[in-house]
């Protein structure tokens, strides 16, 4: 019986000798790092595509969409501000002008100074309030291009909202895909830091997976930033030539179309 026992033993050792030396025999750093290497190439290259998409999207939207000038001139058009403002211009100039129009007629006549001096009152009178209301008419059609040009503007930001909300969404996906700091590690660590808030000692085992976390969650913050920037200099770069007249603002008092980048101005 004893004899059994110990040839079992002895079967049972060499079996687990053996499974392990297999083990070992079978493993091949260079096809690990190959696969592993192979594996992080893949990652990086999905999250290549992703960006581009990204960027295409934006680039597909900032082009269909109208520019700043484009609203303004389109509001312009749409208020008849040129032909409000000449109307305006061609009645004030009626006014300047009444005073020597009325001398230069009365040359050459019989007249009395007074009585020019009647007859530019009398036109004065007249002119005065279609001036002031073809003004004002003017300025309403002026501030409300630039309404329709800033609405315009304000749509077109409100459009670009989905993509904006998409590259925040997809820098967290990358950053989790780098670090490995999923949802479900990221509700690790908040249970572990909320057992240690409550006084609770951790266990070894715990401690270690608190720093493991720890670790992963500052790489994930890292890489979070990184991503961020990376997709937000992406798009700013590839699509400068198509962003550039979206980022221009029409500025309400001076009547100007400003340009943040460049501070060129457009007067109108």
Known sequence: MAS??????????????STGSSAINSFDPNAWQSNTQAGLNGITSSQAQGNQSLVNAFKN??????????????????F???????????????????????????????YDQNQVDQKTSQDLQRLAPSAAAA????????????????????????NMTPYQQQATAQ???????YSGFTATAQAQLASLQQKMQSGVSLSTQEMQSYAALTSSEQTYQAQLATNATT???TIQNQTAM????????VNATSQQILSPNTGSVTSY
């Open 4 to 17: 059994d026992a110990y040839n079992t033993g002895v079967s049972n050792v060499n079996s687990a000798n």
């Open 61 to 78: 939207q900032i082009s269909s969409q109208p520019s700043a000038t484009d609203y303004y001139n389109q509001g312009m058009q749409n």
């Open 80 to 110: 008849n501000v040129q032909g409000l403002q000449n109307t305006s211009n061609n009645l004030n100039n009626a006014m300047l002008q009444a005073p020597n129009s009325n001398l230069n007629a009365a040359k050459g006549f019989n």
């Open 135 to 158: 003004q004002n008419n003017a300025s309403t059609a002026q501030t409300n291009a630039i309404n329709f040009a800033n609405n315009g503007i304000q749509q077109n930001q409100l």
């Open 171 to 177: 820098a967290q996906l990358y950053a989790q895909q």
């Open 231 to 233: 997709i937000a200099n």
């Open 242 to 249: 198509n962003v550039a007249p979206q980022n221009k603002i």
